[in-house]
């Protein structure tokens, strides 16, 4: 892909959030959506090499916050921020929504891996490993402060494990972006944070491709033991949801086709 084809690309990202995005509920119309994609757009531009996401990924996790009803409690919360280019985009959300973003991460990388993981569409390990998608934490503050809200975002440093058996009791998300990627730190992030998800509100995963971590969502012992409830499935389980138009094609024929995947799955809790 080239660099023509990939700025193409970004830009129908851009127009798609602009012209279909949600934010009524907010006074967040076209005019507003164009600012909020415009930030989105450069702070990927910027951060590009330290992101885990793609600009499509990050505008609809943007949108899927604008799109929850403006009476939903509680705040939005990330599980494994790695340099914070999402956290850029989440935080942009957070300020029109009026509420407040919390980060949750080691700051070390990843953990020792427990258990293997393997693409869903061709079988292939997934090369996770200790201390990998390592972002310190004074690395993530400056390119929120740089590009986002620093000022409505807080941070909560350990491992998932750690941290969120000893949160407040009484703490509500409206949306949580989990991009924690191993199966054990999923698990965590969904035994803990889950009955912390208002009722309506979006669990985003960045997962949707890795077999494993999506069997979670499917396997009923795991949700009846821990939740008392059916497993919810997951929206885009396979290929991840549609939030990326890809480049010219490999003959660079000035066609453009669009990648209809992401790394993305949703589920909302009802």
Known sequence: MGKLGRFVARLVCLKRFVLKGNGGAYNVHRAERLAIGLRVFRAHRALRQQSASTLGEQLFLVNAILALPKDTPGEIAEFGCFKGASSVALSIAAKHTNRKLLVFDSFEGLPEPEHSVSNIHDGKTVGYEKGAYKGTLDEVRQNITQHGEIG???????????????????????????????????????????????????????????????????????WQSEFNSAAPGLVGAGFGVPTDAGAFNDRNQAQLVFNYGSHLGYVYKS
Do not use: M
């Open 152 to 222: 409505i975002t807080s941070f909560v440093v350990g491992f998932f494990n750690e941290t969120l058996s000893v949160r407040p009791a009484h703490e509500k998300y409206c949306a949580i972006f989990e991009d924690a990627d191993l199966v054990s730190s999923v698990r965590d992030v969904l035994t803990y944070a889950w009955p912390k998800l208002a009722a309506n509100g979006v669990f985003l995963c960045h997962e949707a491709r890795d077999l494993e971590v999506v069997q979670l969502f499917y396997d009923k012992h795991f």
